[in-house]
Protein backbone atom coordinates (compact mmCIF):
# COMPACT_ATOMS: atom_id res chain seq x y z
CA UNK A 1 0.00 0.00 0.00
CA UNK A 2 1.57 3.40 -0.86
CA UNK A 3 1.98 5.53 1.54
CA UNK A 4 0.56 8.95 1.31
CA UNK A 5 3.37 11.56 0.94
CA UNK A 6 3.88 14.49 3.84
CA UNK A 7 2.33 17.70 3.73
CA UNK A 8 6.24 18.85 3.34
CA UNK A 9 6.93 16.75 0.67
CA UNK A 10 3.55 17.48 -0.95
CA UNK A 11 4.61 21.26 -0.57
CA UNK A 12 8.33 20.99 -2.32
CA UNK A 13 6.11 18.98 -5.04
CA UNK A 14 4.07 21.98 -5.32
CA UNK A 15 6.61 24.17 -5.75
CA UNK A 16 9.24 22.48 -7.80
CA UNK A 17 6.27 22.29 -9.92
CA UNK A 18 5.53 26.18 -10.18
CA UNK A 19 9.29 26.78 -11.63
CA UNK A 20 9.22 23.52 -13.91
CA UNK A 21 6.70 22.49 -16.75
CA UNK A 22 7.97 19.38 -16.87
CA UNK A 23 7.10 18.46 -13.53
CA UNK A 24 3.58 17.26 -12.51
CA UNK A 25 3.31 17.96 -9.31
CA UNK A 26 1.23 17.13 -6.31
CA UNK A 27 -1.81 16.41 -8.91
CA UNK A 28 -3.50 14.01 -6.36
CA UNK A 29 -3.60 16.61 -3.86
CA UNK A 30 -5.41 19.42 -5.52
CA UNK A 31 -8.76 19.82 -5.57
CA UNK A 32 -9.57 20.98 -8.92
CA UNK A 33 -13.56 22.40 -8.44
CA UNK A 34 -14.81 22.30 -11.36
CA UNK A 35 -10.95 22.53 -13.31
CA UNK A 36 -8.84 19.45 -13.94
CA UNK A 37 -6.06 19.52 -11.13
CA UNK A 38 -3.49 19.65 -13.67
CA UNK A 39 -5.42 23.06 -15.27
CA UNK A 40 -5.35 24.42 -11.40
CA UNK A 41 -1.60 23.86 -11.27
CA UNK A 42 -1.01 25.68 -14.71
CA UNK A 43 -2.66 28.84 -13.16
CA UNK A 44 -0.16 28.42 -10.26
CA UNK A 45 2.75 28.20 -12.38
CA UNK A 46 1.69 31.13 -14.91
CA UNK A 47 0.71 33.21 -12.29
CA UNK A 48 3.86 32.83 -10.40
CA UNK A 49 6.11 33.20 -13.67
CA UNK A 50 4.11 36.48 -14.67
CA UNK A 51 4.87 38.21 -11.16
CA UNK A 52 8.40 37.07 -10.48
CA UNK A 53 9.06 37.91 -14.11
CA UNK A 54 7.34 41.11 -13.50
CA UNK A 55 9.53 41.90 -10.83
CA UNK A 56 12.53 41.09 -12.80
CA UNK A 57 11.48 43.99 -15.69
CA UNK A 58 10.96 46.24 -12.92
CA UNK A 59 14.69 46.06 -11.77
CA UNK A 60 16.33 45.32 -15.06
CA UNK A 61 14.62 47.82 -17.87
CA UNK A 62 17.67 48.66 -19.65
CA UNK A 63 18.70 44.85 -19.76
CA UNK A 64 15.34 43.97 -21.01
CA UNK A 65 15.61 47.41 -23.51
CA UNK A 66 18.74 45.98 -24.89
CA UNK A 67 17.97 42.24 -25.20
CA UNK A 68 14.46 42.75 -26.85
CA UNK A 69 10.92 41.40 -25.45
CA UNK A 70 11.15 38.10 -26.73
CA UNK A 71 14.86 37.31 -24.65
CA UNK A 72 14.30 38.84 -21.83
CA UNK A 73 10.99 36.77 -21.66
CA UNK A 74 13.10 33.51 -22.49
CA UNK A 75 15.86 34.39 -20.06
CA UNK A 76 13.49 35.26 -16.99
CA UNK A 77 12.07 31.75 -17.68
CA UNK A 78 15.20 30.00 -17.58
CA UNK A 79 16.31 32.54 -14.74
CA UNK A 80 13.40 31.59 -12.64
CA UNK A 81 14.14 27.61 -12.94
CA UNK A 82 17.85 28.18 -12.53
CA UNK A 83 17.57 30.59 -9.44
CA UNK A 84 14.28 29.94 -7.90
CA UNK A 85 12.86 32.31 -5.22
CA UNK A 86 13.42 31.33 -1.51
CA UNK A 87 11.07 34.35 -0.38
CA UNK A 88 8.32 36.22 -0.40
CA UNK A 89 9.58 39.80 -1.08
CA UNK A 90 10.94 40.07 -4.32
CA UNK A 91 12.83 42.72 -3.97
CA UNK A 92 16.49 40.30 -3.98
CA UNK A 93 15.26 38.11 -7.03
CA UNK A 94 17.22 39.07 -9.43
CA UNK A 95 20.57 39.23 -7.16
CA UNK A 96 21.99 36.72 -9.72
CA UNK A 97 20.62 37.70 -13.08
CA UNK A 98 24.16 38.70 -14.41
CA UNK A 99 26.13 35.80 -13.30
CA UNK A 100 22.94 33.97 -15.09
CA UNK A 101 23.33 36.41 -18.36
CA UNK A 102 27.13 36.05 -18.98
CA UNK A 103 26.64 32.06 -18.93
CA UNK A 104 24.03 32.18 -21.73
CA UNK A 105 25.77 31.06 -25.23
CA UNK A 106 24.04 33.29 -26.98
CA UNK A 107 25.55 36.68 -24.91
CA UNK A 108 29.10 35.24 -25.42
CA UNK A 109 29.33 38.10 -27.88
CA UNK A 110 27.45 40.61 -26.04
CA UNK A 111 29.10 40.33 -22.73
CA UNK A 112 28.00 43.99 -21.74
CA UNK A 113 24.81 42.70 -21.17
CA UNK A 114 25.26 41.16 -17.55
CA UNK A 115 27.92 44.23 -16.57
CA UNK A 116 24.52 46.37 -17.34
CA UNK A 117 22.31 43.39 -15.15
CA UNK A 118 25.07 44.15 -12.38
CA UNK A 119 24.72 47.90 -12.71
CA UNK A 120 21.05 47.77 -12.43
CA UNK A 121 21.50 45.23 -9.51
CA UNK A 122 24.05 47.87 -7.58
CA UNK A 123 20.90 50.41 -8.61
CA UNK A 124 18.76 48.15 -6.44
CA UNK A 125 20.58 47.36 -3.56
CA UNK A 126 21.15 51.64 -3.75
CA UNK A 127 18.08 52.02 -3.46
CA UNK A 128 16.52 49.55 -0.77
CA UNK A 129 20.05 50.91 1.41
CA UNK A 130 19.07 52.03 4.85
CA UNK A 131 19.77 56.13 5.56
CA UNK A 132 22.54 57.60 7.56
CA UNK A 133 22.81 61.15 7.90
CA UNK A 134 25.98 62.48 5.97
CA UNK A 135 28.61 64.75 7.05
CA UNK A 136 29.55 68.15 5.55
CA UNK A 137 32.68 68.65 3.26
CA UNK A 138 33.74 71.05 6.37
CA UNK A 139 33.41 68.26 8.92
CA UNK A 140 35.10 66.18 7.03
CA UNK A 141 37.69 68.49 6.18
CA UNK A 142 38.16 69.95 10.05
CA UNK A 143 38.44 65.67 10.62
CA UNK A 144 40.92 65.42 8.02
CA UNK A 145 43.58 67.97 9.69
CA UNK A 146 42.60 66.84 13.66
CA UNK A 147 43.03 63.08 13.04
CA UNK A 148 45.59 62.82 10.08
CA UNK A 149 45.73 59.34 9.52
CA UNK A 150 44.09 57.83 12.32
CA UNK A 151 40.85 59.28 10.52
CA UNK A 152 38.03 56.46 10.19
CA UNK A 153 35.83 56.79 7.03
CA UNK A 154 32.99 55.61 6.62
CA UNK A 155 30.68 55.82 3.57
CA UNK A 156 27.07 56.16 3.07
CA UNK A 157 25.42 52.59 3.10
CA UNK A 158 23.79 53.49 -0.34
CA UNK A 159 27.21 53.91 -1.90
CA UNK A 160 28.18 51.26 -4.57
CA UNK A 161 30.54 50.50 -6.73
CA UNK A 162 30.87 48.71 -10.25
CA UNK A 163 34.01 48.32 -12.60
CA UNK A 164 33.26 47.42 -15.78
CA UNK A 165 34.93 46.68 -19.00
CA UNK A 166 32.51 48.18 -20.66
CA UNK A 167 31.33 51.13 -20.85
CA UNK A 168 28.22 50.40 -18.86
CA UNK A 169 26.68 53.54 -17.69
CA UNK A 170 27.28 54.70 -21.15
CA UNK A 171 25.18 52.05 -22.58
CA UNK A 172 22.82 52.29 -19.28
CA UNK A 173 21.80 55.34 -20.41
CA UNK A 174 21.66 54.74 -23.65
CA UNK A 175 19.15 52.32 -23.27
CA UNK A 176 17.05 53.93 -20.91
CA UNK A 177 16.93 57.19 -23.41
CA UNK A 178 17.96 56.02 -26.84
CA UNK A 179 18.56 58.76 -29.05
CA UNK A 180 18.08 58.83 -33.13
CA UNK A 181 21.98 59.05 -33.48
CA UNK A 182 23.38 55.82 -33.36
CA UNK A 183 26.03 54.97 -29.89
CA UNK A 184 29.50 55.34 -30.84
CA UNK A 185 31.91 53.52 -27.91
CA UNK A 186 35.37 54.11 -28.03
CA UNK A 187 35.76 50.72 -26.19
CA UNK A 188 36.76 51.90 -23.08
CA UNK A 189 35.67 50.40 -19.77
CA UNK A 190 33.95 52.58 -16.83
CA UNK A 191 34.02 52.98 -13.11
CA UNK A 192 30.71 53.85 -11.81
CA UNK A 193 29.81 54.90 -8.18
CA UNK A 194 26.47 55.06 -7.36
CA UNK A 195 24.69 56.47 -4.42
CA UNK A 196 21.65 57.69 -3.16
CA UNK A 197 20.64 61.67 -3.24
CA UNK A 198 16.83 63.07 -2.97
CA UNK A 199 15.29 59.58 -2.51
CA UNK A 200 16.73 58.37 -6.12
CA UNK A 201 19.58 56.81 -7.10
CA UNK A 202 22.89 58.91 -8.35
CA UNK A 203 25.39 57.42 -10.92
CA UNK A 204 28.68 59.06 -11.97
CA UNK A 205 31.69 57.59 -14.01
CA UNK A 206 35.28 57.89 -11.88
CA UNK A 207 38.62 58.09 -12.91
CA UNK A 208 40.73 55.24 -12.02
CA UNK A 209 42.61 56.93 -8.95
CA UNK A 210 39.21 58.38 -7.46
CA UNK A 211 38.35 54.73 -8.18
CA UNK A 212 40.48 52.71 -6.44
CA UNK A 213 40.13 55.38 -3.17
CA UNK A 214 36.62 54.92 -2.77
CA UNK A 215 37.15 51.05 -3.29
CA UNK A 216 39.55 51.15 -0.76
CA UNK A 217 37.27 53.46 2.10
CA UNK A 218 34.17 50.96 1.02
CA UNK A 219 36.72 48.06 2.33
CA UNK A 220 37.18 49.72 5.42
CA UNK A 221 40.56 50.79 4.81
CA UNK A 222 42.00 54.05 6.68
CA UNK A 223 42.51 56.94 4.53
CA UNK A 224 46.14 56.46 4.04
CA UNK A 225 45.85 53.14 2.56
CA UNK A 226 42.92 54.89 0.05
CA UNK A 227 45.91 57.48 -0.77
CA UNK A 228 48.43 54.80 -1.67
CA UNK A 229 45.91 52.73 -3.77
CA UNK A 230 45.02 56.21 -5.72
CA UNK A 231 48.45 57.05 -6.37
CA UNK A 232 49.45 54.27 -7.52
CA UNK A 233 46.94 54.97 -10.56
CA UNK A 234 47.77 58.64 -10.44
CA UNK A 235 51.08 60.07 -8.52
CA UNK A 236 49.27 63.72 -8.58
CA UNK A 237 46.46 62.38 -6.75
CA UNK A 238 44.93 64.83 -4.29
CA UNK A 239 43.36 63.10 -1.15
CA UNK A 240 42.03 66.08 0.69
CA UNK A 241 40.37 67.70 -2.78
CA UNK A 242 38.86 63.95 -3.21
CA UNK A 243 37.50 63.29 -0.15
CA UNK A 244 35.81 66.95 -0.31
CA UNK A 245 33.90 66.12 -3.75
CA UNK A 246 32.79 62.98 -2.00
CA UNK A 247 31.33 64.58 0.54
CA UNK A 248 29.62 67.28 -1.35
CA UNK A 249 27.89 64.10 -3.26
CA UNK A 250 27.16 63.02 0.43
CA UNK A 251 28.96 59.64 0.33
CA UNK A 252 30.51 60.41 3.58
CA UNK A 253 29.17 60.02 6.93
CA UNK A 254 30.50 61.42 10.36
CA UNK A 255 34.43 60.74 9.90
CA UNK A 256 35.60 59.73 13.48
CA UNK A 257 38.78 59.34 14.96
CA UNK A 258 39.28 55.87 16.09
CA UNK A 259 41.76 57.21 19.34
CA UNK A 260 38.50 59.79 20.47
CA UNK A 261 36.51 57.64 23.06
CA UNK A 262 32.60 57.58 22.46
Known amino acids: MPVAPTLLETQRSFLTALYDDNEAGPIDAIVGKGLEPAARLQIYRRSCNAIQTGALRA ?85 SAGAGQSLAISLHPSVHLLASR ?27 VLWRADGEVAMATLDAASFACIESLAQGRPPGVAHTAALAADAEFDLAACLKSFAQCGLIIAPQDPATPH
Request: charged share 15%.
Open 166 to 192: HPVLTLWRYAMQPSPEPLRLDGAGENV
Open 59 to 143: SFPAVLALVGEDFFEQTAHGYRHAHPSNSGNLQGFGAHLAEYLASLPALADYQYVPDVAGLEWQRQLTALARHSATASPDAVARS
